[in-house]
């Protein structure tokens, strides 16, 4: 990874970096199955870490990953799609302009980069509400806790 993002609401990864090089090809999909696994890691870390929050609040949690290659950034999300199934959704792209003939490229990028910036910000109201559930100031159902998904899972 070139980066890790890290929320400082609770210490937990929230962005991931890649860059992958100038040219499209295998190590471009070796870089996507790494980002892949390594918002895999991230989701599995939080879900051990809020037990007993909600797995209802836990599956509006979103890992964002942005993938450089060449002169393009990709905007991905990896979040649990159903029990314990794995999604990871493209958002959108960008072109980064390298030259003055491009400029207009920079309203799509900073557009992706504000959007990214909004999606990060709905994620903290996620947090706090994990917080929150997790110890206890907000009641969960026991039948609706990560716990007991977890447990039912290894089922």
């Excluded at 159903?82 to 400029?103: K, T």
């Excluded at 504000?114 to 206890?136: F, P, Y």
Aim: negative net charge.
């Amino acid at each position: 990874m070139d980066g890790i993002g890290t929320a400082l609401d609770d210490d937990v990864s929230r962005i991931v970096i890649e860059s992958s090089g100038i040219k499209d090809g295998p190590h471009t999909e070796e870089d996507t199955l790494k980002l892949l696994e390594t918002t895999t890691i991230c989701l599995n870390d939080e879900k051990a870490k809020y037990q007993q929050a909600s797995f209802t609040t836990f599956r509006a949690r979103r890992i964002f990953c942005i993938q450089v290659v060449g002169y393009k950034l990709t905007l991905l999300f990896s979040f649990v799609h159903q029990n314990d199934r794995w999604a990871c959704l493209w958002e959108r792209s960008a072109l980064v302009p390298n030259n003055w003939d491009q400029r207009t490229f920079w309203f799509q990028t900073f557009e992706l980069l504000a959007h990214l910036m909004t999606m990060l910000d709905d994620q903290d109201v996620i947090t706090e509400k994990l917080i929150e559930e997790n110890n206890g100031y907000i009641q969960v159902d026991k039948n609706d806790t990560l716990r007991f998904h977890c447990r039912k899972q290894a089922l």
